[in-house]
């Protein structure tokens, strides 16, 4: 077995490496694979966020607390800035009524969905039965964001996508690197940024031997002997997991946390996401606020120097309750590929921040996501206990262009079933475009854009198929239907390095205006991006805060 990954990370940072009301949610948990020390049993750390004023200057403001932002907000407090953090979705840090702050993913309620009546679950069937379920309106955890041709899942709330994943840390191959970021140096980031970020970020690899012999894992291993059989290379892939907790879960030491199925609609225990990462680091710094539930609107320059900001602050059903101007000396716009991009499309449209050039909304891509399940013999159980956090993949890039995430399907019975989400080399980019009719933003995207996808995924599983004598499985994704075509866990682009920025982020035509998060990545990054969007943010922000501060 190799591994796709390099640098080496050390594991957890020490040295060394109803029936179908029940199953129905639990699918989702698969499909977040694609969309952390030893973690303590509280979900988010201290303190609570608090509201921005009405009217503040501020030093630095970001808009975001994802990947992006998170790396902005603690590199600007460490250079002795004091930062503003606002973040549209939820604070994350109150338990429900059930003691836990996440809601498991096998019963989705109003924690769920990000102002949704109805659950959009990536997997829409099972066995032939639709699985969605109405619930109350709420500012939940997941966005299902619907456009003409596709869905755009993503994490609302403080740490945005890190909530929400899967938390497969892979670092692209570096001959792969120059597809995907043309106008970066390899060696800057596999020499000095893809290290620190695998660090700030806790990656760590499953110990093998324990993978060998846990339970939860029997579905990867069965996926690892058909990729084997038919010639393709398993490898594993790091993660942001606490395995030793995983290990105490097992051994029925801890609250079960992905053994509980848990990553959809948040993880309550052994993940490290950013609320235990670069967000506590940030906020340990005492230079770093954020405010939860603040939605920015409108950005233009101020008349003394750097910019007024209108932001909505919004309760629990998405209402305005508030409207706030403030002023900030440098913006920082992390709101994820989707949220940045629309922000900056409707502004230049508008006339709000007319400078900004023809490349805004231009360059999106959907990281080349399409999904697919099979049917195995009944020899080849997967097991009906299934962690929710994957540990490898196909690699079969250099020659089909596709790299497939053996992902879990953990419905708590035997399925029979092995479940993939593919990463593929889709060369089709959307655009976003302002919509003066209804004031919003479109994305151009058609559904028939996803063919190439699907063909690079059949490379790896008519193969494995054919070798297995299986077929695919026809009831996820609708009836008779073979591909999750209709969505992506990994929006990318709509605001390009090198293009709509300078080559560190900043926004041609104002000073003092950058972009540091997904948006600038053109589409694709050959594997899970997060890992390359908080490398890239570590690079932009360490020439920003020597050449800009």
């Not at 002795?80 to 939820?90: A, N, T």
């Not at 939860?216 to 010639?231: E, F, I, N, P, T």
């Not at 035997?414 to 959307?430: D, M, Q, V």
């Not at 866990?489 to 090198?498: D, R, S, T």
Request: aromatic share 10%; proline share 5%.
């Amino acid at each position: 077995m190799t591994d796709v990954t390099r640098p080496e990370v050390a594991r957890n940072g020490i040295s060394r490496r109803g029936f179908l009301a029940g199953t129905s949610s639990l699918l989702g948990t698969a499909t977040a694979m694609a969309l952390s020390g030893r973690a303590a049993a509280a979900a988010a750390p201290e303190p609570r966020t608090a509201s921005v004023a009405d009217g503040a200057h501020l030093p630095a403001l970001v808009v975001g607390t994802g990947y992006g932002g998170s790396v902005a907000a603690l590199r600007l407090a460490e250079a002795g800035v004091d930062v503003q953090m606002v973040e549209m979705g939820m604070a994350w840090d109150t338990p429900g009524s059930d003691g836990k702050i996440f809601a498991n993913t096998t019963s989705p309620d109003y924690r769920s969905f990000w102002l949704r009546t109805r659950t959009r679950q990536p997997l829409s069937n099972f066995l032939g039965f639709p699985i969605d379920k109405d619930v109350p309106r709420y500012t939940g955890i997941l966005d299902a964001e619907e456009f003409a041709g596709i869905i755009v899942y993503q994490g609302r709330g403080v740490g945005g996508g890190s909530l929400v994943n899967g938390g497969m840390a892979v670092t692209p191959r570096q001959e792969n690197f120059a597809a995907i970021l043309p106008s970066v140096d390899p060696a800057e980031m596999y020499g000095t940024y893809y290290p620190r970020a695998n660090a700030g970020l806790g990656v760590a690899t499953i110990d093998p031997d324990w993978f060998e012999s846990a339970a939860c894992y029997q579905y990867a291993r069965v996926g690892r002997k058909h990729a084997q059989r038919s010639g393709f290379p398993f490898v594993f892939v790091p993660d942001v997991y606490d395995w030793d907790y995983m290990e105490q879960e097992a051994a029925g030491t801890v609250p079960k946390s992905a053994l509980a199925g848990e990553i959809l609609y948040g993880n309550n225990y052994g993940k490290k996401t950013l609320q235990k990462t670069y967000l506590q680091r940030a906020r340990a710094t005492g230079r770093v606020s954020i405010s939860a539930l603040h939605k920015v609107t409108d950005i233009v320059p101020a008349s003394g120097g750097g910019y007024t900001v209108r932001i909505e602050q919004l309760d629990t059903v998405g209402a305005v309750i508030a409207t706030k101007e403030v002023t900030a000396d440098r913006v920082f716009l992390a709101a994820g590929s989707v949220g940045t991009s629309k922000l900056l499309t409707r502004l230049k449209a508008t006339g709000r921040l007319p400078a900004l050039n023809s490349e805004i909304g231009q360059g999106w891509g959907d990281n080349g996501n399409v999904m697919c399940g099979r049917a195995n013999h009944l020899w080849d159980p997967t097991g009906a206990l299934q962690a929710s956090i994957p540990t490898g993949g196909i690699d079969n890039w250099a020659a089909g262009g596709a790299f497939a995430e053996v992902a879990p399907l953990p419905t708590g019975i035997e399925t029979y079933a092995s479940f993939y989400l593919s990463i593929t080399k889709n060369p089709n980019r959307g655009r976003f475009t302002y919509n003066p009719a209804t004031g919003g933003v479109d994305l151009d995207w058609q559904t028939a854009w996803k063919q190439p996808a699907i063909t690079a995924a059949k490379t790896i599983f008519d193969k494995i198929n054919a070798k297995e004598g299986t077929i695919y499985r026809t009831d996820l994704f609708g009836t008779y239907k073979i591909w999750g075509d209709h969505l992506t866990y990994h929006p990318l682009g709509g605001a390009v390095l090198n293009k709509a920025t300078d080559n560190y982020g900043r926004l041609h035509g104002y000073s003092g205006l950058y972009v540091i998060d997904g948006a600038l990545i053109p589409g694709n990054t050959s594997v899970n991006p997060f890992v390359t969007i908080t490398a890239l943010a570590e690079r932009n922000i360490a020439r920003i805060v020597a050449a800009d501060l």
